[in-house]
């Protein structure tokens, strides 16, 4: 073995551990990678960006859960208010549709860095089971949008019990 040797092993290790790391993260975004579409006209001002022009690409990072009684949809969505959001049940999807506009903070600022994403932007969510769309619930609150979904009696989970005879 030469002097080198555990060197390498260990640039291998570190570089299959960067590699695994950046595949678990590519997988856990893939999802909440939601395209923007641009709706309306951009200012003609030149301190906006050119780049505001077109669509764009955020993260709207999710979770969906599901009890024995409802399946939960949690969106984090800052920047919207309750009336910038579509909620619908389409077949076995839970469909959300919003709109995020572009407020500046300063009519003198000259923008360097705009990474937040603005326009109208559509996600889906495959729902693991038969849900009662006509009792969902929905609550926008601190930058998180819930949508509750009540099972479907037909999709409940019923646990039977096993008796000895």
């Known amino acids: 073995m030469t002097i080198f040797e555990p060197l390498r092993r260990g640039a291998e290790e570190l570089w299959d551990s960067i590699g695994e790391g950046w595949e678990r993260l590519r997988d856990r975004s893939a999802s909440a990678l939601t395209r923007f579409r641009r709706t309306e006209a951009p200012e003609d001002d030149a301190l906006l960006p ?3 022009g077109g669509d764009s690409w955020g993260l709207l990072a999710s979770e969906l859960a599901e009890t024995d009684d409802e399946v939960v949809v949690r969106i984090e969505a800052p920047g919207l208010e309750e009336k910038d959001f579509s909620i619908a049940v389409v077949s076995d999807e839970l469909v959300v549709r919003g709109q995020k506009r572009f407020e500046r903070e300063s009519r003198d ?29 929905a609550r926008y609150r601190h930058g998180v949008l819930s949508v509750r979904l009540p099972r479907a009696e037909s999709g409940r989970r019923r646990r039977i019990l096993v008796k000895a005879s």
């Open 50 to 52: 050119a780049f505001l």
């Open 109 to 137: 600022a000259r923008y360097h860095l705009l990474e937040s994403a603005y326009g109208a932007f559509e996600r889906r969510f495959a729902l693991p089971c038969a849900v009662e769309a006509d009792r969902a619930k």
